[in-house]
């Protein structure tokens, strides 16, 4: 691995740190809607699967 590869790859690893509670992480990955490289915390972080659920009704209308 390059110097320029490992970098690349930490910052990526330092970023999602805030998002790897999240529920959303876990099913969207770097396909969630409220994620940007560089992200220190989230305003939208979902936790518990009750307020998932009741966000993903919300989606759905």
């Given amino acids: ?3 320029k590869e490992e970098v690349k ?3 990526s690893e330092a970023c999602n ?3 790897m509670k ?3 992480w ?3 990955k770097e396909e ?3 994620h940007w490289h560089g992200k220190k915390e989230c305003s939208q972080m ?3 699967q009750d307020d998932w659920d009741y966000e993903k009704l ?3 209308e």
Wanted: proline fraction near 0%; charge should be positive.
């Fill in 1 to 3: 691995m390059t110097k």
């Fill in 9 to 11: 790859t930490n910052k």
């Fill in 17 to 19: 740190l805030c998002c």
């Fill in 22 to 24: 999240c529920l959303k």
């Fill in 26 to 28: 876990d099913q969207f």
């Fill in 32 to 34: 969630c809607w409220s």
């Fill in 46 to 48: 979902v936790e518990n």
């Fill in 58 to 60: 919300l989606l759905k």
